[in-house]
């Protein structure tokens, strides 16, 4: 089955830093992975989205991840943290040869720090 | 905007009671997918519909059901209800019936608190 792990619940940067949010995917397949963030009392808006090709996968708002297989990670970094920022994070993995269904992890609020 | 409606954003029903949470995909989506969030258990896929044709199921319990119309949109019937299944419930769509890379657009939710 698969899974993911976000380490940290919560981050907190300054504006201006860089922010690094974590993800760790257990897999038995190749994966897809995904990153989404959540607005407060909004829905769920893609990042960006790793299939196959370049690790490293450039996203909206400055966001980039790089799926690094051999740690099986997908982190989430952006060099220079906004306010505009602030919201939750969830890192997600689906199936390459399963059901399309999304398995996400806990989620990481980011916290902007002016 | 994702192009993914849902209605009604907030609901409040007391225990045993019967909800309708209603979706629309955007235009030209033939999958639908139903997701709980709560506080415990985080975000939890439900179900998965492609064209009328329910496809894959989660941790769905059995008091709840879903259909897909003709037109497409869905709707997630929760029977029984329990204070615990008060939670967010997102419908998502996605362009295609099963490839695993597509993205899934997702809707704001309804906001279900059960009393």
């Known amino acids: 089955a698969q899974s993911v792990t976000q380490l940290g619940s919560h981050v907190s940067v300054s504006e201006g830093a860089l922010v690094l949010l974590r993800c760790n995917y257990s897999s038995s397949v190749p994966p897809y992975l995904f990153w989404y963030v959540q607005y407060p009392n909004q829905g769920l808006q893609l990042l960006l989205k790793?299939?196959?090709?370049?690790?490293l996968v450039k996203g909206i708002n400055g966001f980039e991840a790089e799926f690094k297989k051999s740690e099986t990670s997908f982190h989430l970094t952006k060099p220079s943290a906004h306010m505009s920022d602030a919201a939750e994070y969830f890192c997600?993995?689906?199936?390459?040869?399963?059901?399309?269904?999304?398995?996400f992890g806990q989620g990481t609020r980011l916290t902007i720090n002016p | 905007d994702s192009g993914v409606t849902q209605t009604p954003k907030h609901l409040i029903t007391a225990t045993g009671q019967r909800v309708t949470l209603r979706c629309s995909p955007r235009s030209g989506d033939l999958s639908v997918y139903w997701y709980q969030q709560s506080l415990d258990q985080g975000l939890q896929f439900l179900i998965h519909?492609?064209?009328?044709?329910?496809?894959a199921k989660g941790n769905i319990l059995e008091r709840f059901s879903a259909q897909q119309f003709p037109d497409l949109h869905s709707e997630l019937n929760l029977s029984s209800l329990e204070l615990g299944d008060s939670a967010l419930y997102f419908c998502?769509?996605?362009?295609?019936?099963?490839?695993?890379?597509?993205?899934?657009?997702f809707g704001p939710g309804t906001r279900l608190t059960v009393l």
């Open positions: 997600a993995v689906s199936d390459s040869g399963g059901a399309q269904k999304l398995v």
């Open positions: 790793y299939t196959t090709g370049a690790t």
């Open positions: 998502a769509s996605s362009p295609s019936g099963g490839l695993a890379s597509d993205t899934q657009y």
């Open positions: 519909y492609y064209n009328g044709e329910e496809r």
